[in-house]
């Protein structure tokens, strides 16, 4: 079993940053492979960024990509998704997930087992 808490959101001008951060507790949080999800009010959850269980790998949707930096610790079980030049469309509930022991990070949010509970970002105009 793994537990995810996710903090660091907040409210934020448009144009400032935030750093969110989610805490791992469980097994074998260095080999597994990590994401950041979010979801906006009346929207599906929508994939942000991954990590491979190495930091070595990552990847990040279209919409973030130079804006938002993905980046994970094993030795304090942590991944964190830095996030600058924020617009208000980026406004949404985000939400760390871990994938099953060595796979590779992915897109889909059906392929990851478990989640946090979320944190809240509101970006106002």
């Known amino acids: 079993q793994v537990q995810l808490v996710e903090s660091g959101g907040g409210l934020v001008q448009a144009g400032g940053s935030l750093r969110l951060s989610c805490a791992a507790s469980?097994?074998?949080?260095?080999?597994?492979?990590m994401g950041w999800f979010r979801q906006a009010p009346g929207k599906e959850r929508e994939f942000v960024a991954a990590?491979?269980?190495?930091?070595?790998?990552?990847s990040y949707a279209d919409s973030v990509k130079g804006r938002f930096t993905i980046s994970r610790d094993n030795a304090r079980n942590t991944v964190d998704l830095q996030m600058n030049s924020l617009k208000p469309e980026d406004t949404a509930d985000y939400y760390c997930a871990a994938r099953s022991r060595l796979v590779v990070a992915t897109t889909r949010a059906r392929e990851y087992d478990y989640w946090g509970q979320g944190t809240q970002v509101t970006v106002s105009s």
């Open positions: 990590i491979s269980w190495s930091g070595g790998s990552t």
């Open positions: 469980g097994r074998a949080f260095s080999s597994r492979a």
